[in-house]
């Protein structure tokens, strides 16, 4: 089964910006819809971006016009670039796909904005 690892969170302050990656141990290629889920503490998961086998994108309110995100079906990798970031998106992000039932969830990647 395809494992899915994160990485690229950090601490920012306010403002600034991160680049997260997943790299899937196999192809996506044939996954319709990749997406970044992230959980704040206490809080539930949320779909925060997903993208389509073809390109298409489609964001959570809260992040539109903020982050965006790409696959690379020939490295098997999704990416999530994160501008103007809010103390508001400090959570664990996670990649994972959307339909077809979830993959084994990765450990995710931390994010954690200052204000």
């Known amino acids: 089964q395809v494992q899915l690892v994160e990485s690229g969170g950090g601490l920012v302050q306010a403002g600034g910006s991160l680049r997260l990656s997943c790299a899937a141990s196999g192809s996506i290629r044939g996954f319709l819809v990749m997406a970044w889920y992230r959980q704040a503490p206490g809080k539930e998961r949320e779909l925060v971006a997903g993208?389509?086998?073809?390109?298409?994108?489609n964001y959570a309110d809260s992040v539109k016009g903020r982050f965006t995100i790409s696959r690379d079906n020939n490295k098997n990798t999704v990416a999530l670039q994160m501008n103007s970031l809010k103390p508001e998106d400090t959570a664990v992000y996670y990649c994972n796909r959307v339909s077809g039932g979830y993959l084994p969830w990765g450990q995710g990647t931390q994010v954690t904005v200052s204000s």
């Open positions: 993208i389509s086998s073809i390109g298409t994108t």
